[in-house]
């Protein structure tokens, strides 16, 4: 840019749509989403990362919405490695993360980021207005990316009111 950095991290958000109702971020009955034929495929992000490569970028970020709910996720992970990338992360809600994730470290992912708001399932569940069953699945995902991306995995958490007086146990 004209201060002579050089950026080398791109963001792609992959999808509106989000299997929580998080309280401040979405309403609960949902929004309205673009439909499928307005979201770029996975040919025009390959195509758009690989302008990015070209201009120095080495990291892609993965984002949403809820990016695991695309479906076409590992090949266009696979994909974007096949760029040479040093980095491709995706930052999720976990949910779902545990049934994808060797696919996708096998994939290329390096580094994942999970949005956790509360370590009390009952918390949980009133923050995202979903079962507190989901708390166990985010928290096994958490583990298992210990396991598969070891020190490579980050813990996103929104401080609200409702959560503020866990902050020291995260």
């Not at 201060?3 to 309280?23: A, D, M, Q, T, V």
């Not at 060797?102 to 995202?128: C, M, Y």
């Amino acid at each position: 840019d004209k201060f002579g950095r050089k950026h080398s991290y791109l963001r792609i958000s992959l999808s509106e749509k989000c299997s929580l109702r998080c309280l401040y971020c979405m309403p609960e009955d949902g929004v309205p989403v673009q439909p499928e034929s307005h979201l770029l495929n996975n040919d025009e992000i390959i195509k758009l990362a690989t302008w990015f490569v070209e201009q120095g970028v080495d990291k892609v970020r993965l984002t949403g919405g809820e990016p695991l709910l695309r479906k076409d996720l590992v090949n266009l992970v696979g994909r974007l490695r096949d760029l040479g990338l040093e980095q491709i992360g995706i930052t999720t809600n976990g949910v779902t993360l545990s049934k994808h994730l060797p696919e996708l470290v096998q994939a290329g992912l390096t580094h994942v980021n999970i949005s956790l708001d509360s370590l009390d399932p009952e918390k949980f569940a009133r923050l995202t207005r979903r079962p507190p069953s989901y708390h166990a699945r985010v928290m096994q995902a958490i583990e298992d990316c210990a396991d598969y991306l070891p020190f490579r995995t980050k813990i996103n958490c929104v401080v609200l009111p409702d959560n503020a007086d866990e902050l020291q146990n995260f």
